[in-house]
């Protein structure tokens, strides 16, 4: 019999479905049915493309004898921790403070007041390396429950007593200067591999926002450091088995640190971010491969992830069917020099095992490797490796795919309209354009209840119920901001200032300045989540940042830019203990230093091909966080093109920022140099 969870919106919960454990998902019911049967809860959190999870999972959950002992005698509740950041946030917290480490799956017990007292991350089925049985862990804590009660609601206490102590101290609302910029781009260069790019050991993780940060600062001050640190990096990257050299997009992380051997999960959000940062290294140094990378994988995102409704699906699994009914992790990607035969002939298979470095030893599990793009002497016939790419493409289609989620997610929608509106802009693909239109018209359709609040997430477009978190305004509104700019069209500015009032009426502390990842009016759970640094994605508390700035550069209005000041106060503490860990916030400082720019071009027409010129001219500014507005003369599409008119009868763009403006310019060059200096 199906448990409560065949009704939810989430692939991660419907998974669970049919499990024996009777799952409930979050919802007061499940700890009034607590209270009523004087059970603890067993909280289960993680992700429909987590390996780990689906161990434990099939382990555990599937095991009727378990099941049977976890519906005697707990109320299990299932989480998907991409719909409910916020659960997940407060108890992850908790986990790290007590054990030094967290991770998913997370298993945490609760009290019927969500109070925490025991918790781990993976149990096994037996014990081993130390590790306790999961049945060993339910039964101890049964036996605590029954007979240590006193025990129990103590500790339970001690937790949310130390959790309610952990408010961030952040340094004030004075935002960063140079000074902490420095500092910043010091502690990185510290802790960068030269050797092989990117920051720190293994495993290693695509530092996309740290990139960003990389870049607008060399476009601020010239230094070449930082583009250096970002181009090698980003090289790196594109020539590793972290990404994907067949279908494009990469991988959620290298296991190693020479980025060979990937966790091969595909996330949307990760694909999004560094899609718009090989778009920008293409953009500040016009390198081929930045401009490959950046086409294949907005191009990977919209054949893969894109649903039937518009929007795009959170992720692709690690795991997939090798053929013989087993789920391994990395089926789908990997090759053998045997595989390499079938598909191509000898020839072309001994062609593709030296331009894609794959060995008889393998560099992966049973003698497979990752396709890589190893740096060599030799020079290959492009035609040939394009057929060569093509065969390989085509025979992999034929294996059992990696499971999608089909979840879409408003935060990561958010980052990908910016990224393909951007991509489809700088190289004229109008179809990378109409698609980030398509994923924002589902969000505004299906995200956005009459008083424009956002809901997290929705499923073959029907909204979940989960209330959209700080991530969510701060990434949605930076995509409709880079979408107005590309697009002319007001409305995406428009919306992206509903979607800030909101924040500033229901995400801001008003004495401190500080942001919270819930809103006021949210529920209520042990404490209320509030994390600043970047990590997988923007920080709710950077993504907000960046979107008041720039929404503030469009319109002028004071209130918003002075909510972003305020908000940085944190990246001025952060910045410079913890680089890697507020890229995005460092970013988001630059564009501040730098103004950020104020440009409006002015036409007869969108479709006047000098208006075009000078509009992609724009857009390809390196300035950092510069906003763009586009329309004709005396339109008020814009707050920008206010009193703007054409210089005798000619397009013409206008460049202003901190309330001084440039003459306004006809010429494209000029309009470049304003935009680049």
């Avoid at 990378?293 to 699906?313: I, Y």
């Avoid at 990378?432 to 995200?447: K, M, T």
Wanted: charged residues 25%; negative net charge.
């Amino acid at each position: 019999m199906p448990n409560r969870l065949a009704h939810e919106t989430s692939p991660y919960l419907l998974q669970h479905a049919d499990n024996p454990v009777d799952w409930w998902p979050w919802s007061e019911e499940a700890f009034e049915e607590a209270r009523r049967s004087d059970r603890p809860l067993l909280l289960s959190v993680g992700y429909s493309s987590c390996h780990w999870c689906h161990v434990m999972a099939h382990e555990s959950f599937e095991d009727e004898a378990t099941a049977d002992f976890l519906n005697a005698h707990f109320v299990n509740v299932k989480v998907d921790r991409e719909e409910r950041p916020d659960v997940d946030a407060v108890y992850m917290e908790a986990v790290q403070a007590a054990t030094g480490q967290g991770g998913w799956p997370m298993t945490v017990f609760l009290t019927p007041e969500a109070e925490p007292f025991y918790f781990g991350t993976y149990f096994p089925p037996a014990p081993r390396h130390g590790m306790p049985s999961f049945r060993q862990v339910l039964e101890g804590v049964r036996s605590a429950w029954t007979d240590r009660r006193d025990e129990v609601a103590e500790v339970a206490g001690k937790i949310v007593r130390d959790l309610a102590g952990r408010d961030i101290s952040y340094g004030g609302t004075e935002a960063p200067g140079e000074q902490e910029l420095a500092q910043a781009l010091l502690g990185l260069t510290r802790e960068y591999d030269p050797q092989r790019g990117g920051f720190g050991g293994a495993p290693k993780f695509p530092p996309s926002m740290v990139i960003e940060f990389l870049l607008r600062h060399h476009a601020r001050t010239g230094a070449e450091g930082a583009l250096q640190m970002a181009q090698d990096t980003c090289e790196r990257m594109a020539r590793g088995g972290i990404y994907d050299q067949l279908g494009g997009g990469f991988a959620r992380y290298s296991v190693d640190r020479d980025w060979v051997v990937p966790h091969f999960e595909k996330m949307l959000y990760d694909n999004a971010l560094l899609c718009r940062v090989y778009a920008h290294l293409w953009r500040a140094t016009g390198s081929d491969l930045a401009r490959r990378v950046a086409l294949e994988t907005a191009d990977f995102m919209v054949r893969e992830l894109r649903t039937e409704q518009g929007g795009f699906a959170s992720a692709l699994d690690a795991d997939s069917d090798d053929g013989t009914g087993r789920h391994v992790e990395g089926a789908y990607y990997v090759w053998t020099p045997g595989q390499l035969r079938e598909a191509l002939g000898d020839d072309d298979a001994e062609l593709a095992a030296r331009y894609f470095g794959v060995t008889e030893e393998g560099t992966f599990e049973e003698g497979a490797s990752v396709l890589q793009l190893p740096q060599r002497d030799e020079v290959f016939e492009a035609g040939r490796v394009a057929s060569v790419r093509q065969r390989l493409l085509e025979r992999r289609a034929s294996r059992p795919a990696p499971g999608r989620d089909d979840k879409v997610v408003a935060a990561w929608n958010g980052l990908a309209i910016a990224a393909l509106a951007e991509t489809g802009a700088y190289f004229d693909r109008p179809d990378l354009v109409e698609a980030a239109v398509g994923a924002a018209d589902l969000l505004v359709r299906v995200h956005f209840d009459d008083q424009a609040r956002l809901t997290r997430t929705s499923k073959d477009g029907r909204a979940g119920a989960n209330a959209g978190v700080l991530e969510d305004y701060g990434d949605v509104a930076e995509g409709f901001l880079a979408l107005a700019s590309v697009t002319g069209e007001g409305v995406w500015l428009d919306f992206a200032g509903f979607l800030l009032d909101h924040v500033l009426a229901r995400f801001v502390d008003e004495e401190s300045g500080a942001l919270y990842d819930t809103a006021a009016d949210a529920e209520r759970l042990i404490r209320r989540p509030q994390d600043p640094t970047d990590n997988a994605v923007p920080s709710g508390w950077s993504a907000a940042a960046g979107a008041l700035l720039g929404y503030a550069a469009h319109t002028g209005s004071e209130p918003h830019r002075r909510a972003a000041e305020r908000a940085l106060g944190v990246v001025k503490a952060l910045g410079p203990r913890v680089p890697r860990f507020i890229g995005w916030g460092l970013a988001v400082a630059e564009a501040l230093l730098d103004g950020p720019r104020e440009v409006a071009v002015v036409g007869p027409s969108l479709s006047d091909e000098a208006t075009k010129t000078l509009h992609r001219t724009a857009l390809l500014g390196t300035a950092p966080g510069a906003v763009v507005a586009v329309g004709a003369a005396e339109s008020d599409e814009f707050p920008l093109l206010a009193d703007r008119p054409l210089q005798q009868g000619a397009p013409a763009a206008y460049v202003c920022r901190n309330f001084t403006c440039d003459a306004p310019t006809t010429d494209p060059e000029r309009l470049r140099e304003a935009l680049s200096s």
